[in-house]
């Protein structure tokens, strides 16, 4: 079982940036594909960028160029660093691990066995 803890949300101006958290309870983070998702109220959850287990990237077209996701394997931890927010990116945060490897996979939320909590982030115009 892999416990996921997400931190770093809070209210941005748009424009300013955000980096968020997600810590790992488990060893063999390392071997996980790490996803970010969102959801917004009254939508469904989506897909925002993954970093799978051999460091491949992906983005979705709405936060390309201005999100990053990085790990640290030593920290069992993965960031999703956020700049250039805008008011559209207000939503409630989640990151996951799963063992999808391409583009289609990592972004299908049924990829992903384990959830943190969520983190909200709320962006003002």
């Known amino acids: 079982q892999v416990q996921l803890v997400e931190s770093g949300g809070g209210l941005v101006q748009a424009g300013g940036s955000l980096r968020l958290s997600c810590a790992a309870s488990?060893?063999?983070?390392?071997?996980?594909?790490m996803g970010w998702f969102r959801q917004a109220p009254g939508k469904e959850r989506e897909f925002v960028g993954a970093?799978?287990?051999?460091?491949?990237?992906y983005y979705a077209n709405s936060v390309k160029g201005r999100f990053t996701i990085s790990r640290d394997n030593a920290k069992n931890t993965t960031y999703l660093q956020m700049n250039s927010l805008k008011p559209d990116d207000t939503a409630v945060y989640y990151c996951?691990?799963?063992?999808?490897?391409?583009?289609?996979?990592?972004?299908?939320?049924?990829?992903?066995?384990?959830w943190g909590q969520g983190t909200q982030v709320t962006v003002s115009s």
């Open positions: 488990e060893r063999t983070f390392s071997s996980y594909t």
């Open positions: 970093l799978t287990w051999n460091r491949i990237t």
């Open positions: 996951a691990a799963g063992i999808g490897g391409s583009y289609y996979e990592t972004g299908l939320t049924t990829s992903y066995k384990y």
